[in-house]
């Protein structure tokens, strides 16, 4: 456990579904991200929350939703998604420049 | 061009061997370099993490910075089967709270009994 939790580690839906991945942090961190890593990209940064606040959208299509209702919590929420939307997201936090620390990441399958 | 190359592998040593991992960036301005592991089907995992130019040793890893080339390196000493995953370079700017790191592709290792 790192801390870090991503629920559920797998989802498959369909393009006309809404979904919503889960995050939770229990190391005290002010910062969380959403990453998306697909397969021989780098990881792809999606928002930035700093103390509850977006700070940072990365031009991420609106089929993307997210929602920080506390430092301790963030939600993906999913609607009308391609089947290249199928990746890796991964959740992480931070207090500091020096690093992150990941969960295990949610495999989405869109069909 | 990307801000950041890293050679994908995948990267096939025996047993004992040394690995090189390496990754060279574009943008001057970052200060803070990171070395993640990652296995299958997990996220990615902080390893080792430098401040600017320089050297760090921790047991049989060490990460080498050399800002002037704008070039880092991994060394891994006497491998082990259980090092066999993904290594991602990654580094920041140093923003405060919420950096953003900007990552390499990663590059599979794969150490062989």
């Known amino acids: 456990e790192t801390g870090v939790t991503q629920t559920p580690r797998h989802l498959v839906m369909g393009m006309t579904n809404k979904k919503s991945l889960k995050c939770e942090q229990h190391?005290?961190?002010?910062?969380m991200y959403w990453y998306k890593q697909s397969a021989k990209k780098p990881l792809e940064l999606m928002f930035v929350?700093?103390?509850?606040?977006?700070?940072e959208n990365n031009s991420v299509p609106s089929r993307f939703s997210p929602e920080c209702p506390n430092s301790s919590h963030l939600f993906l929420h999913l609607h009308t998604l391609q089947p290249e939307d199928s990746a890796l997201y991964l959740c992480?936090?931070?207090?500091?420049?020096?690093?992150?620390?990941f969960g295990s990441g949610t495999r989405l399958t869109v069909v | 061009q990307k801000e950041v190359e890293q050679d994908p592998g995948p990267l096939s040593v025996p047993e004992g061997a040394i690995v090189s991992l390496n990754c060279t960036y574009s943008?001057?301005?970052?200060?803070?370099f990171m070395w993640y592991r990652q296995y299958s089907r997990k996220g990615p995992e902080l390893l080792m993490y430098?401040?600017?130019?320089g050297n760090k040793e921790d047991g049989r890893f060490t990460a080498q910075v050399d800002k002037s080339s704008k070039y880092i390196s991994l060394f891994i000493r006497d491998s082990q089967p259980s090092d066999s995953a993904t290594y991602l370079c990654?580094?920041?700017?140093?923003?405060?709270?919420?950096?953003?790191?900007?990552f390499g592709t990663g590059t599979r290792l794969q150490v062989m009994l």
């Open positions: 992480a936090s931070s207090q500091d420049s020096i690093g992150y620390t």
């Open positions: 190391l005290g961190h002010n910062a």
């Open positions: 929350y700093n103390f509850k606040e977006q700070t």
């Open positions: 943008n001057s301005a970052f200060q803070y």
């Open positions: 430098t401040y600017s130019s």
């Open positions: 990654a580094m920041s700017l140093p923003t405060g709270t919420a950096s953003k790191l900007t």
